[in-house]
């Protein structure tokens, strides 16, 4: 890790990034239980982290509670202007952030701190949007009938492990900004980039505001049970996501849930593959495939078919894989053995099936958990590696004639998070785009998320959306008041 040497936090101590502990109620706590994240680029333990109990959210709720009540009613305008100052001060420290995000989730350390940059992007992003003013839907001279939008209440925040930070500042700055309080569990995989945000946060928010705790498998059903929780945003696996939404169900908890894909990349045949190959491949192979809108599914033209395996190869070859204490990489390992197994588990598949490999690939045999990517040459549409998520360094590569008969390949998914169509026809990509029955479609790029737009699943990739402005109102109740003019006083 870098030296904390000169990283000062607004309070004049110096901010340590080699010590770890839960936020709860404007305080660091640490805990009779502890654990620690692995490094995947070699298998070995990180820091202690406090492993957070029950009686700890039970502290931090009342703490959400008691903020809430003066929070909520803090101008929209003052809140933005704190998350500014949040983000000013989160931009010193984005070395540091970059290293331990390295270290934490295995990322080469360009995107590491790409990473870093995109969590301070969100928090930017939301202190530039001003308030929602009150709606006058009708006014006449019997009726005037005004819609407004009122902070949620206190949202539990349960994040994931491929973009820990990036992912947990989508709900951390709609969240504050609205005027509700958030409690974040990041995963324990990858705990310690948020616990280190939320510490640095602190000195620009009233205790119990942002409230950011590690926990074992214990704390998120208590957090999605918790009567006083009154949201939950949840990033995971479409498996995972209906069990939580069963949880919050008995408290009927508002949900939002940003859960599995298995995206489609449709390549038409009238695109430069020496052109396009390289985004291509960054769009199926980049975080070595833990993205959730990566493209899993390619789909080219005949009629390019095999020029556009020879340019991807071409490019993924030329790329530098290894654990991230090796310089110039362009993708390090998979973030968690679990996640290694289960890779392993598609590369074994698709060599039992003696599907073809383009690109063979390898499954590391080193203590951590590199694994070489590789490209399947036109599995059949029923394959395991076609029909699931593998979220991972491996992606099958099939061809099309037919625009009607594609269309109804991709789309015979029970997921539709995202998607990628390469035309140079842009009437055509327009076309193809929206009858992919998916929430988000790039054209001609590879998948990149803004914080400006709003991100949502179809099927059973979510329920609800954040990002933009629209995903403002995730964190949000809507009242509309009738107010009638009729006499109603005394005589």
Partial sequence: MGSTEDTKGPNGTLVDFTTFQNIIDGSLHGSTEIHQGINPSNGKPLWDVPIASADDLNVAVAAAQRAFKTWSKTKWEDRQEILGKIAAEFGKYQEQMGELLMLEGGKPIQFAKIEAWAAGEGLRYCASE??????????????????????????????????????????????????????????????????????????????GVLQAMNGDAKLGPLMTEHPDIAKISFTGSSATGKRVMASAAKTLKRVTLELGGNSASIICPDVDVNKIAPKVALGAFYNSGQLC??????????DIYQDMMKALIEVVKGWKVGPTSEEGLMLGPVQNEMQHNIVKGFFEDCATNGYEFALPGEVGKSD????????????????????????????????????????????????????????????????????????????????????????SGHKESGIGGEGGRLGLLAYMNTQVIHMYKSDVGRS
């Avoid at 809108?293 to 005949?302: C, E, F, P, T």
């Fill in 293 to 302: 809108i990566a493209s899993k599914r390619l789909y080219v033209h005949k």
């Fill in 130 to 207: 001003g308030p929602f003013a009150d709606e006058v839907l009708e006014d006449d001279e019997n009726l005037r009938l005004t819609m407004r939008h009122t902070p949620i209440g206190i949202v539990g925040a349960i994040c994931p492990w491929n973009f820990p930070l990036a992912i947990a500042m989508n709900k951390i700055a709609p969240a504050l900004l609205t005027g509700s309080c958030i409690i974040v569990k990041p995963s324990p995989f990858t705990p310690y980039s948020v616990l280190k945000f939320a510490e640095i946060a602190q000195a620009f928010l009233p205790p």
């Fill in 368 to 455: 951590g958990f590199v694994i070489q990517p590789a490209i399947l040459d036109n599995p059949p549409d029923e394959s395991k590696i076609v029909r699931e998520e593998q979220f991972g360094p491996i992606v099958p590569m099939m061809k099309w004639d037919n625009e009607a008969e594609l269309l109804a390949r991709v789309n015979d998914t029970n997921t539709g998070l995202g998607g990628a169509v390469w035309s140079s026809d842009l009437e055509q990509a327009q076309r193809i785009a929206k009858q992919i029955e998916a929430g988000t479609i790039w054209i001609n790029n590879n998948e990149m998320p803004l914080s400006r737009a709003y991100f």
